[in-house]
């Protein structure tokens, strides 16, 4: 019998990202409870708190009005990017002096396969710890670390001794884990999902382990196959290190060639709006508009436009590559194929504000 290689994989997520930032390079926010969010007091929502915040009820995605009543007393900050992504940038350097193989799912989170590094003398459980102590030294911030043989497993993990915890999840400990853990702490059950779940008595991940393959697929599709192995300690996910797309495009050709703005206009907004959801489903934003026609006779023409904040919304898209549209359209050619991508791609850190609570 062939003995696979058992992988192992650490998942590093920052404590209390933003706001411990903001206490790292102000000493008097030290120790106080710091919430960082949209300016905007009645629509704006909390970027994260600190764990002190959190003491008074204060979460990501709450209205920034609900914390001012919960913590009346906090110091409310408005987020500063630029700083977290350098800091981000910081801290993947450390990753990439261990290994190559990471894969970053946001600014203060990524896997590590550091599989090749462990030896009898050096575990995984050390390498976690040396990465911490690293990330500390370097920036001064804490992070969580989780280790185990999936992706999954090593986040689960890292979200369980938080802030500074290094958790192991090992063949031994996976099961009974698993099995207490809420369902909605499963990574890949999202809200919808878990209300779902919770409907049918599916509280814990024991109850989703009592449920047979047939019976999740089912209830819940293709994703069945996945939760059933979930439930058990199996993940087969790759670490995927290229998975920060450049563009998001799209485009279409008609069946006849069309001439009317009106009409060209309408196909760019509903474009505008399947970039927008891709954009939305990556957690992407882009600084780059651009827009495509070719023409009856193939000639094919682009023209785009750089922005000093990234966009995602449809409109945004489309308020910039409505512009774009009417400087390259020839009043007299009929169109054949029209297109809208986005490009210059970042992380869109600002996940459920709108990019006005910022400027
Ligand atoms: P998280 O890692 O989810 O949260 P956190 O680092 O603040 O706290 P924890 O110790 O629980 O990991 O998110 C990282 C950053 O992303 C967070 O500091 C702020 C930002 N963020 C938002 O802007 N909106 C959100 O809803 C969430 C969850 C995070
Ligand atoms: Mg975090």
């Not at 764990?51 to 408005?78: N, T, W």
């Not at 990574?187 to 109850?207: A, R």
């Amino acid at each position: 019998m062939v003995k696979v290689m058992e992988k192992r994989i650490i998942h590093v997520d920052m404590d209390a990202f933003y706001a411990q930032v903001e206490q790292n390079d102000n000493k008097a926010y030290r120790g106080k409870p710091v919430i960082v969010g949209g300016r905007s007091f009645s629509r704006g929502v909390v970027s994260t708190a600190s764990y002190e915040a959190r003491k008074y009820g204060v979460h990501s995605a709450m209205a920034m009005k609900v914390a001012h009543q919960k913590c009346p007393d906090g110091i409310f900050l408005r987020a500063r990017f630029d700083r977290y992504r350098e800091i981000s940038a910081q801290i993947r350097d450390i990753f990439l002096s261990y290994t190559d193989i990471v894969e970053p799912l946001s600014l203060d989170e990524a896997y590590l396969d550091i599989t090749h590094l462990v030896n009898r003398k050096r575990s995984a459980r050390m390498i976690a710890l040396e990465i911490q102590s690293k990330i500390y030294e370097t920036t001064g911030l804490t992070s969580s670390a989780g280790v185990s043989y999936n992706k999954y497993l090593a986040k689960i993990a890292s979200g369980m001794n938080k802030p500074s915890g290094t958790t192991v999840i090992d063949y031994e400990n996976v099961q009974e884990l698993l099995w207490s853990l809420d369902i909605g702490d499963f990574p890949g059950v999202g809200k919808v999902t878990e209300e779902t779940m919770k409907s049918k008595g599916i509280l814990t991940g024991k109850d989703l382990y009592d449920w047979s393959k047939d019976a999740l697929i089912l209830e819940f599709g293709k994703r069945g196959e996945s939760l059933y192995n979930k439930a058990r300690g199996i993940g087969t996910a790759m670490l995927q290190k290229d998975r920060i797309r450049q563009s998001i495009g799209k485009e279409t050709t008609f069946s006849y060639d069309r001439n009317e703005d009106e009409e060209l206009l309408r196909v760019l907004l509903s474009l505008s709006g399947e970039v927008s959801k891709r954009l939305k489903d990556k957690d992407m934003a882009g600084r780059v508009v651009t827009v495509k026609i070719r023409n009856r006779d193939f000639s094919t023409h682009t023209k785009q436009t750089m922005l000093s904040n990234p966009v995602y919304q449809t409109e945004e898209i489309y308020e910039f590559a409505s512009k774009l549209y009417m400087d390259l359209k020839d009043p007299v050619t009929p169109v054949r194929l029209i297109g809208v991508t986005v490009s210059g791609l970042e992380t869109r850190v600002y996940r459920n504000m709108t990019i006005y609570d910022f400027i």
